[in-house]
């Protein structure tokens, strides 16, 4: 049975990266998917890897990792829109993460974009693939949100 991968930002970011630790066993895991899986990235996950492209008074190296992970998408990973569905699904994780953790309602905007990416994969029944403890949290406390870390 096919199924459909969302990747989150740190993923596509250790991708474009030669010198990134998790490289390599993303690699292994993509290359072992099924031709009939899907590969997908949230509309997010560009907004962030063109704020680092455009923010950061960095090397021209580190401009060109974010340039390869915008091509990568463009290239090889359809990108899904944040739609009406996703509004709902949003509000309720945001409110049910600051529930279960307590974190201050301040504290918890960090995290919006993670919502947002998190709501995408929740939407379209996809597994969310990532490195970020966030998502760990929020699986505990949504069922509907299905997660795997392939930097291992």
Known sequence: MPRHYLLDTNIISYLSDPR??????????????????????????????SYGLHSF??????????????????????????????????????????????????ANKKNDLDFLIAATAIHHQAILVSNDSVFDALTRIEPKLTCASWAN
């Open 20 to 49: 990134s630790p998790h490289r390599e066993s993303i690699k292994r895991h993509l290359f072992a998917l099924d031709d009939r899986d899907d590969l997908s990235v949230s509309v997010v996950t560009l907004y962030e890897l």
């Open 57 to 106: 008074q960095s090397s021209e190296e580190s401009m060109q990792l974010f340039r390869q992970g915008i091509a990568f998408i463009e290239r090889h990973l359809d990108v899904l829109p944040l739609g009406m569905e996703e509004v709902d699904i949003f509000g309720q994780l945001k409110a049910r993460y600051q529930q279960h953790t307590g974190i201050h309602t301040q």
